[in-house]
């Protein structure tokens, strides 16, 4: 599957995203495709413009997307990765527990605010 020019930088995801107040349900499908647009991946629109068929789509899980592996998909988590490490700022060595740690603070930090804007502390 071919790769395409980015049409969406991180910072302009994570801004889109960041305003939104949709429901996951209404939000899904376009948030999707932002995220094929921001790492250069053809939309599924895109990538089968004909349909599959009922046969063809039964084979197309996730589960075995992942058992698969393709290099795409393996070539876009580690462009997602680092662009949501660009967005947030944030050096690309960090390990999984220190994202973690600075993901919880930064909830943390984010609830606080919103009880305080609330009046509650």
């Known amino acids: 599957m071919a790769s395409r020019t980015p049409s969406m930088t991180p910072q302009e995801f994570v801004d ?30 895109q990538a089968d413009p004909e349909g599959a068929s009922g046969a063809e789509l039964k084979k197309r899980t996730l589960t075995n ?23 947030y700022a944030w050096p690309h060595h960090l390990t999984d527990d220190q994202i973690l740690e600075r993901l919880l603070a930064l909830n943390l930090e984010r ?4 009880d305080r804007q609330r009046g509650l502390k």
Request: glycine letters at 4%.
């Open 16 to 45: 889109k995203w960041r305003r939104s107040h949709l429901k996951e349900r209404s939000a899904s499908q376009e948030h999707f495709i932002d995220l094929c647009r921001m790492l250069g991946h053809p939309t599924p629109a």
């Open 111 to 114: 609830a606080e605010e919103g």
């Open 65 to 87: 997307l992942y058992n698969q592996r393709p290099t795409w998909l393996d070539l876009a988590h580690k462009k997602l990765h680092e662009a949501v490490l660009d967005a």
